[in-house]
């Protein structure tokens, strides 16, 4: 069974840096796209970044410049580095990815979260001001 598990949340100051990670080793597919979301208390869940196995990426217009998406394939990792943090990025982060054993080309990215069926228990980013 296929399983996402994040995990390097904690707490930080305004303008401070955090790297969340995600194991990504019992997510066995070849073609697959992986993203970050994250929701806070009374919003909706938001898109930040994805990544397909092509290795192109898509962010969110609030994080563009400050967020980096990657995937570390030896490791079967998947990161968010976070920096210049404000407190507006306080959410639970999740991790979250589609895969196919077969594609004619590396999927399309998507920050819509309809798009994944496989989603890890989240990691808490808290940004003080």
């Known amino acids: 069974q296929e399983q996402l598990v994040e995990s390097g949340g904690g707490s930080v100051q305004t303008g401070g840096s955090l790297r969340v990670s995600c194991d990504t080793s019992?997510?066995?597919?070849?073609?697959?796209?992986m993203a970050w979301f994250r929701q806070a208390p009374g919003k909706e869940r938001e898109g930040v970044a994805s990544?397909?196995?092509?290795?192109?990426?898509i962010y969110a217009d609030s994080v563009k410049g400050r967020f980096t998406i990657s995937k570390d394939g030896g490791k079967n990792t998947l990161y968010l580095q976070m920096n210049n943090l404000k407190p507006e990025d306080s959410a639970m982060y999740y991790c979250?990815?589609?895969?196919?054993?077969?594609?004619?080309?590396?999927?399309?990215?998507?920050?819509?979260?309809?798009?994944?069926?496989?989603w890890g228990q989240g990691t808490r980013v808290t940004v003080s001001s």
């Open positions: 979250a990815a589609n895969g196919w054993r077969l594609l004619a080309r590396s999927p399309p990215l998507q920050l819509d979260p309809g798009y994944y069926n496989t």
């Open positions: 990544i397909n196995n092509g290795g192109s990426t």
């Open positions: 019992k997510f066995w597919y070849r073609f697959y796209r």
